[in-house]
């Protein structure tokens, strides 16, 4: 069955550190998304990417954030300058038919900032 | 704006007993509604999905779901639950061309 991969699974990176998070989405998806989950907390949507662009993003996804589709398969998410609160899950995710259908979620990147 | 809400954050059922974790939502027109499940250290895994037609649908793992327009709801149930069933739940919604918004999840305890 298809799936979606993130690697690393898990990544430790000192503050102000840049991080690049990378995702493999279902093949056929052309709609990829990234999550996020801080530790305890519920998992929170940052971007949505179609076409090339971005087609949504949330108050989080400030200019530390970029996502890129470096290559047809990858979809990254990059952080620039990371901080203590960036420490979470992140998850990726990809779908078929578009945002707020059905999605496909990674088994997601543990990020821990230290 | 739309909204998930898990009125129970923790959920305790022994071994064999039934289940039904509650899911409300605030929306202004036909959600797409989902469960997801997430096993500890685990990603999120789809249980089941509503976007229409039959209220109650089935779902992996012996889960359902139904879909009640007029309380707004999307309860999960399962009718005899086992130890591997212990995880946290998450109810999600969603509109064609919106992003998903997650509830803050249900953590469900099995007691042997």
């Known amino acids: 069955e298809p799936e979606v991969t993130q690697t690393p699974s898990h990544q430790v990176t000192q503050m102000g550190q840049e991080v690049i998070l990378r995702c493999v989405p279902i093949?056929?998806?052309?709609?990829f998304y990234w999550y996020r989950q801080i530790l305890g907390q519920k998992v929170e949507f940052l971007v949505s990417?179609?076409?090339?662009?971005?087609?949504?993003k949330s108050e989080i996804f400030d200019d530390q954030f970029s996502v890129e589709r470096p290559d047809g398969s990858n979809f990254t998410l990059k952080i620039r300058s990371t901080k203590l609160e960036d420490s979470a899950m992140y998850f990726c995710?990809?779908?078929?038919?578009?945002?707020?259908?059905?999605?496909?979620f990674g088994q997601g990147t543990r990020l821990t900032v230290v | 704006a739309q909204s998930v809400t898990q009125p129970d954050i923790h959920i305790t059922v022994s071994e064999g007993a039934s289940l039904e974790l509650r899911c409300n939502y605030s929306?202004?027109?036909?959600?797409?509604l989902f469960w997801y499940v997430q096993s500890p250290g685990q990603g999120l895994q789809l249980l089941l999905k509503?976007?229409?037609?039959?209220?109650l649908v089935q779902g992996i793992k012996g889960f359902e779901a139904e879909f009640k327009r007029s309380q707004s709801s999307f309860n999960l149930r399962k009718p005899s639950v086992h130890w591997s069933d212990a995880a946290e739940y998450f109810c999600?919604?969603?509109?064609?061309?919106?992003?998903?918004?997650f509830g803050k999840g249900t953590r469900l305890h099995i007691l042997p």
């Open positions: 995710a990809s779908s078929s038919r578009g945002p707020g259908t059905e999605a496909f």
């Open positions: 093949s056929n998806h052309l709609y």
């Open positions: 990417f179609y076409n090339n662009e971005i087609s949504e």
């Open positions: 929306y202004g027109a036909t959600p797409y």
């Open positions: 509503y976007f229409s037609g039959d209220t």
């Open positions: 999600a919604v969603g509109e064609r061309d919106d992003k998903i918004i």
